[in-house]
């Protein structure tokens, strides 16, 4: 069972804060995938990462930036963050493509005052 | 948005019953997934779908990729059945999995 592990497993800041989500994954997964989960949205794709050093824009990634620092680690960034992205964000992995079987982390709840 | 839509939004199930979800898409599908995000939010893989049909114990999903959908059966509920179940397709008109909005569903004593 591929592992997937986030941090914090919650967090709370205030407005024009920084803030910086971890994400590990430890099964030599190619694909990495940051997404925010909201009632009334479902989730949606902030941003993702085919392999180190490499970035792909989501549907939803004004205010995000991220950063995939080896094969393993792949990190959210909110350089000023606002009330609107208080929310619960799930990094995931795939083997390959996003057709491949997705899994999950635990969350992040983050909370924006 | 609206490619992929999942139905009902919400239901309620009392123990040993059977029901059935469904999740319809307006594009074209080569793979369906389905997870279950249990009450303490965990995202769960349940089914990882070409067309065709797959069984894991009481859970039992089909993929009609002519037809456009996916369904979910459960097959005598348990309390641990509950939770907010999402399907997701992949496309090759898109490079990432597009996710439905979700069935709630509470199974009661």
């Known amino acids: 069972e591929a592992a997937v592990t986030q941090s914090p497993r919650n967090k709370v800041t205030v407005t024009g804060g920084n803030v910086t989500l971890s994400c590990r994954q430890t099964?030599?997964?190619?694909?990495m995938y940051w997404y925010r989960q909201d009632t009334g949205h479902g989730l949606r794709l902030i941003h993702y990462?085919?392999?180190?050093?490499?970035?792909q824009i989501g549907d939803v990634p004004d205010g995000y930036k991220a950063t995939r620092t080896t094969q393993e680690d792949f990190f959210l960034l909110l350089e000023l963050a606002s009330p609107s992205q208080t929310s619960l964000y799930f990094c995931?992995?795939?083997?390959?493509?996003?057709?491949?079987?997705?899994?999950f982390g635990s969350g992040t709840r983050l909370t924006v005052l | 948005g609206d490619k992929v839509k999942q139905s009902p939004s919400a239901l309620s199930l009392q123990e040993g019953t059977n029901s059935a979800l469904r999740c319809n898409f307006s594009?074209?599908?080569?793979?369906v997934q389905w997870f279950l995000q249990n009450p303490r939010g965990s995202l769960i893989n349940l089914f990882y779908?070409?067309?065709g049909t797959k069984e894991n114990g009481r859970l039992k999903s089909a993929f009609d990729s002519k037809e456009s959908y996916s369904t979910l059966h459960i097959r005598d509920a348990q309390l641990e059945d509950s939770g907010t179940y999402f399907c997701a397709i992949a496309s090759s008109s898109f490079s990432k999995l597009v996710f439905g909005q979700g069935t709630s569903l509470s199974v009661v004593p």
């Open positions: 990462s085919y392999g180190a050093g490499n970035l």
């Open positions: 099964n030599s997964h190619n694909y």
């Open positions: 779908l070409v067309p």
């Open positions: 995931a992995s795939s083997p390959r493509r996003s057709a491949e079987t997705l899994y």
């Open positions: 594009i074209a599908a080569t793979t």
